[in-house]
């Protein structure tokens, strides 16, 4: 009875400790991988845009023949960090673009999204980004490109009679778009 009553005992001493092992390899396993900081901002899905040369020279971001499809026929100001368009049409309509490279990223924009007027989660041609509600007749839509590199495009249309005042975010998005399909295919 002795024999039964130790192999008995020794089964239960093995199973109890068999479950704490496992208890101990799951708390190990939950306590030992470092805590990184949590990701807001959706990943870059589309192969990265390299726009940093561009963060100086904002005006370069197109040729005279796509600013054409703007009715933009002079060449940009550069009000720095931006470059400024405006269509030889209208002084309503203004197309402002900078390339931030020092900014964080959308992710910095997304970790300040609570201080951030009108934020609104977008994309444009399969890059994200977020609209900014800057007024009425303005729209500026920031575009992460890269992790470190956000292109930021602003449209003003001050005459209530264009299109792009009823819809600035739309133009916004269609001339950052513009951007990102030059300057994508230019990548090698």
Request: charged share 10%.
């Amino acid at each position: 009875m002795r024999a039964a009553a130790a192999v008995s005992i020794n089964a239960v001493s093995i199973n109890a400790v068999s479950i704490i092992a496992v208890l101990l390899g799951v708390l190990t396993a939950c306590t030992s991988a470092p805590a990184g900081p949590q990701r807001l901002s959706p990943p870059i899905a589309a192969d990265p845009i390299d726009l940093t040369s561009f963060a100086a020279a904002p005006c370069g971001l197109l040729p005279a023949q796509q600013l054409a499809h703007y009715f933009v026929t002079a060449p940009g100001v550069v009000h720095p960090p931006a470059c400024v368009w405006t269509p030889s049409d209208t002084q309503a309509l203004t197309y402002q673009a900078a390339v931030h490279v020092t900014s964080g990223g959308l992710e910095n924009l997304y970790q300040h999204r609570a201080t951030i007027a009108g934020f609104d989660p977008t994309d444009v041609h399969s890059y994200p980004g977020i609209h900014r509600d800057t007024g009425t007749g303005r729209c500026t839509v920031d575009v992460g490109v890269a992790n470190d590199t956000i292109l930021a495009v602003t449209v003003d249309a001050t005459d209530p009679q264009l299109s792009a005042h009823a819809d600035p975010c739309g133009e916004a998005d269609r001339f950052a778009g513009t951007v990102i399909g030059y300057q994508g295919h230019r990548a090698p």
